[in-house]
């Protein structure tokens, strides 16, 4: 909604501007002609809006955002279009003010096993281990046991080489691994390749003891950081812009830049090592809410050890698929093989007459996450980023396949998860769109 209305602000000033033109002439009869010009070209634009709104989609398939384009204070038209689905935030109740001495006693009393992260592949087991990647070269059957809760080492990102190889990527300097490793909340988010601006989160809303004992950490590459350099967001001495601290990550692991965005997003446990909790967001959100009433209102009050909103339409991945398609997302051939392969592991259709449903929607709203870095959580974070390593970056697909499979390799070990409303998300940020693409397009993607 913001961003309509700063829309119709801007646009408004800007017509204000050229009539001072005009009005400077101190011409009353003009004055009066432009009024009704003015009344005119408004009307016109706020009929035109819709069909403007729809060109944009046209034309750049590849945002984000469509979610959105709500059109504002338009009066109902006369046609049989269906109007453009609104998106509103609803009311989320927080608690006054709360720190980490407020956690619930018994609070991180969750499944207990000990998880432990593969750091290097032999290289007798793997024909093409000689080629070190991120991700590893997790064979078909250690995923398959990977999804047990039990004391185990799986794959996990950030697998190295035998010495002597190259990096496998997302390389951080030394300074900034000290920094991270003695961060025990965290709230994260990334730019990479440019793709958007730096949101600072809303200052005045932060309180006091988070921006004590908070990190929050904003993951760029050298490319995003010199352009928000140019832009007047240049880091201080320290590394900060405002509250955000800015890491470059260098040597990008994946030419994708959307799936190397998901190893902050999925592998903050990782990152962090000694965190407790993590928000994580989407660069095209401002945070607007202090991160431990967040934590309170997601996790404490509910018992969860992670949260994630549901989409906002979509609930069934059958329609993620065909809307990933249909905008041309992803590769279709990728998407077909890993939709085949899920399908033929037990995911279902999302059934919204199902009185107990596992989900309330098998799809998620992916852009903001609220973690417990509990086993079950931190082992759910690591399931879902192989899939996305191994399969397609579009993560929502993998969501539900991951959270229903874990469930069901592990009925007696729970993994609470609290799939919240998109709205409660909406009350929590503010959303923008991601930057426009400029020089460089988008890869093409068929
Ligand atoms: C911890 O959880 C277990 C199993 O979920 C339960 O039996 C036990 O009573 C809990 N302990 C406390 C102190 O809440
Ligand atoms: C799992 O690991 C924990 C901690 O390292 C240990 O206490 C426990 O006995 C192990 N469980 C099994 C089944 O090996
Ligand atoms: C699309 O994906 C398939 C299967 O993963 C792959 O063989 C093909 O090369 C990909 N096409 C493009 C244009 O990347």
């Not at 250690?142 to 697998?159: D, K, M, P, W, Y």
């Not at 909340?185 to 004590?212: A, H, M, N, Q």
Request: aromatic residues 12%; hydrophobic residues 35%.
């Amino acid at each position: 909604m913001g961003v309509y209305k700063s829309l119709d602000q801007i646009k408004n000033s800007r017509r204000g501007r050229n009539f001072s033109v005009f009005t400077n002439k101190g011409l009353l009869f003009w004055v009066f002609v432009l009024a009704v010009l003015c009344f005119i070209s408004l009307a016109a634009f706020a009929l035109g809006m819709h069909f403007h709104v729809k060109l944009e989609h046209g034309m750049l398939p590849w945002r984000e955002m469509r979610e959105d384009f709500i059109v504002h204070d338009v009066p109902e038209r006369p046609t049989k279009k269906p109007r453009r689905q609104r998106f509103f935030p609803c009311d989320v109740v927080f608690r006054d003010a709360v720190d980490l001495h407020s956690e619930p006693k018994d609070f991180m009393n969750f499944t207990q096993f000990s998880l432990g992260y593969m750091e290097t592949e032999k290289k007798a087991s793997h024909t093409d281990a000689h080629d070190p990647r991120f991700g590893g070269h997790q064979t078909l059957e250690e995923r398959e046991q990977s999804f047990s809760a039990v004391n185990q080492t799986i794959h996990c990102g950030f697998l190295r080489g035998a010495a002597g190889l190259p990096s496998t990527g997302f390389d951080l300097k030394e300074e900034d691994k000290r920094y991270m490793s003695a961060c025990r909340v965290v709230v994260s988010s990334c730019i990479f390749g440019s793709s958007d601006f730096l949101r600072r989160p809303t200052s005045r809303l932060i309180s006091e003891y988070s921006k004590k004992n908070v990190c929050f950490v904003m993951f760029v590459d050298e490319g995003t950081l010199s352009t928000l350099s140019k832009e007047g967001s240049a880091p201080d001495d320290g590394g900060f812009v405002g509250l955000w601290k800015l890491v470059v990550v260098k040597n990008l692991p994946y030419t994708d830049t959307r799936k190397t965005g998901k190893v902050p997003k999925f592998l903050t446990h990782r990152l962090f090592p000694s965190s407790r909790y993590s928000i994580w967001l989407d660069s095209k959100l401002r945070l607007s809410t202090d991160p431990m009433l967040i934590i309170d209102h997601f996790l404490w009050q509910t018992g969860s050890e992670y949260a994630i909103s549901n989409h906002y339409t979509r609930h069934c991945v059958w329609e993620e698929v065909l809307q990933n398609k249909r905008l041309n997302k992803y590769n279709h051939t990728a998407i077909d093989e890993q939709f085949s392969l899920y399908q033929s592991d037990g995911l279902t259709k999302f059934d919204p007459l199902d009185p107990n449903p596992s989900l309330p929607s098998y799809v998620p709203e992916g852009s903001f996450i609220v973690r417990a870095h509990t086993p079950m959580s931190n082992l759910f974070s690591c399931l879902w980023f192989n899939e996305v390593d191994r399969f397609t970056s579009r993560d929502q697909l993998s969501f539900a396949f991951t959270f229903l499979k874990l469930k069901r390799m592990n009925p007696d070990k729970p993994f609470h998860l609290n799939m919240f409303k998109d709205c409660e998300r909406r009350s929590l940020v503010k959303l923008f769109h991601h930057r426009e693409p400029s020089a460089p397009p988008p890869p093409r993607i068929v």
